[in-house]
């Protein structure tokens, strides 16, 4: 599959990601082929990247939820970057634009504003799905205060 997935392209990517993935949501299977078949479905997401002009949300927010799922379900690792609460913490915040002080304030008046920003919001409001769940696995401080306010933020999103 590792193969397969270096050479595909496009659709192929995706069939490879969705199939890996259920590979990895399979619980007759022992955890540590759970997170192979989870990295393969990761493998698969990122070469999607190759294929779109400009960085992806789509593929950013499915990194992210399938990297949280594999935290909550299989437990974290933080000698691997991708079941690390504390790297996905870090990927989230890089991926986001504003502040949740900047979002709350947008948002207040979001039918007012032109297209573009409101697909900014709206991208926020999907990289930051998983925020919920990734803030109890990570200590206290100025990480967990900030994914903290984007969790009291999000709903406000369109």
Known sequence: MQTFIRDACGRQLETARVAAQGQAYDSSRPPEARRQWAKLSLLANRR??????????????????????????????????????????????????????????????????????????????????????????????PVREQLGSWTATRPLLP
Not at 76 to 81: G, K, N
Not at 84 to 102: G, I, K, N, V
């Open 48 to 141: 999607m990247i190759d294929n779109v002009a400009g960085p992806s949300v789509r593929v950013a927010q499915q990194d992210f939820m399938l990297r949280m799922w594999v935290i909550d379900r299989l437990g974290p690792d933080d000698t691997d970057p991708d079941w690390s609460p504390d790297a996905l913490a870090c990927d989230t915040l890089e991926r986001l634009t504003f502040t949740p002080t900047q979002t709350a304030g947008l948002a207040k008046g979001w039918r007012n504003l032109p297209i573009e920003q409101i697909r900014e919001l709206r991208r926020h409001k999907d990289l930051t799905a998983h925020l919920e769940d990734l803030v109890g696995y990570l200590a206290p401080g």
